[in-house]
């Protein structure tokens, strides 16, 4: 992947940094750190090419557009809420089944996995 060039990692958008690729240029979003929000963001994709990205992956190359974001999730200054997950999608999704899911949730940090612990309180 050329690191200068950002694109988004939803099917069927074509939507990137690089002005020849898409003809208006749209703000594209990291994935979250946080591994319960990013983990969020790929079960809201619902895309099984997303979710077999390791978490480090996806923070480090993973963006996604503005348009995949509800009006109120998007913020004049930060860009998006702190608690924005992406809804708006070109496509049908299918919800993810845990096997399809394993390959994120086995490639977060142990230490980081705190929706485990979270589900226990
Ligand atoms: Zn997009």
């Not at 750190?33 to 480090?60: H, K, Q, Y």
């Not at 608690?83 to 994120?104: D, G, H, K, M, W």
Request: aromatic share 10%; glycine share 2%.
């Amino acid at each position: 992947m050329n690191k200068h060039t950002r694109r988004c990692c939803v099917l069927n958008c074509r939507n990137s940094n690089y002005k020849i690729l898409s003809k208006t240029k749209t703000k594209l979003f990291k994935f979250p750190r946080n591994v319960n929000r990013c983990r969020d963001w790929v079960c809201a994709i619902g895309d099984p090419s997303v979710a077999s990205c390791t978490w480090e992956t996806l923070i480090t190359h993973g963006y996604v557009c503005k348009d995949h974001f509800e009006e109120k999730y998007v913020t004049a200054i930060q860009g998006i809420t702190v608690n924005a997950v992406p809804t708006i999608f070109p496509y049908l999704r299918t919800p993810l089944s845990e096997p399809q899911l394993l390959l994120f949730d086995e490639s977060v940090p142990v230490q980081k996995k705190r929706w485990k612990t979270d589900a226990m309180v």
